[in-house]
């Protein structure tokens, strides 16, 4: 099961910063979050991750709850192209003797307006 | 660099055929993966591959196999198509280490068992 939990849909205006919220209470204190996005069926795109510090790259900032059970992406300057589904994400280790994995939720659907 | 490629786009197949799912990246990644995407969820691991000769099941291995020969290359095999296994499926690879990961996915085959 989904470690994270994203609200269903979201609109944002043409030009101004999407805030893309994320909750995940139950995050171990080794768990990554990342963030991907996936536009209309294509394959998903990697856009940002972090552990505990706020990051920054070129496409977008991620802020992290200093209790880590919650974060935020931030598209700064959103424009058409970026309507996606976004994915916020917890790199897991389902058991001991397995390796990490990535446990996808159903994302949420970022609709930009014009 | 071509990334990841997917053959074949687009596949139908009638219950209890089987077909294999080809994958290659040229990017001399370490980890390889499967996922499949049913309508409006996010992905689920099929199974992963940490290296050439060593593939681990994911979340949903039931009716799918794989092998790693080489680095390139991560073949799905489906042995005996059933109407669940309809789906669409990402394959992705990426460098593996010290939480750094970014998947790279490929453009995904939307297969339909009839």
């Known amino acids: 099961d989904a470690k994270t939990t994203q609200p269903t849909s979201m609109d944002c205006a043409e030009g101004r910063a999407a805030n893309l919220p994320c909750n995940h209470s139950t995050i171990s204190g080794n768990e990554y979050v990342y963030w991907y996005r996936q536009i209309h069926s294509q394959g998903p795109q990697y856009i940002i991750h972090g552990l505990k510090n706020n990051e920054t790259n070129e496409m977008a900032s991620l802020i992290i709850t200093e209790d880590r059970k919650s974060s935020t992406l931030i598209l700064p300057h959103a424009t058409l192209r970026d309507t996606a589904v976004y994915y916020c994400i917890v790199r897991v280790k389902p058991s001991m003797d397995s390796n990490y994995q990535l446990i996808w939720g159903a994302g949420t659907k970022l609709i930009i307006k014009p | 660099n071509a990334g990841v490629t997917q053959t074949p786009k687009f596949r139908i197949l009638k219950i209890g055929q089987s077909m294999t799912l080809q994958c290659a990246q040229d990017m001399n990644h370490n980890y390889m993966y499967w996922y499949r995407q049913d309508p409006g969820m996010g992905l689920k691991l099929i199974y992963y591959s940490v290296g050439a000769g060593i593939t681990d099941k994911g979340e949903v291995p039931n009716g799918y196999n794989v092998s790693r020969s080489t680095t390139e290359d991560f073949p799905l095999r489906l042995e005996l198509a059933a109407p669940s296994q309809t789906s669409v499926y990402f394959c992705?690879?990426?460098?593996w280490g010290q939480g750094n990961e970014k998947l790279f996915f490929g453009s995904g085959t939307q297969l339909s068992v009839l």
């Open positions: 992705a690879s990426s460098y």
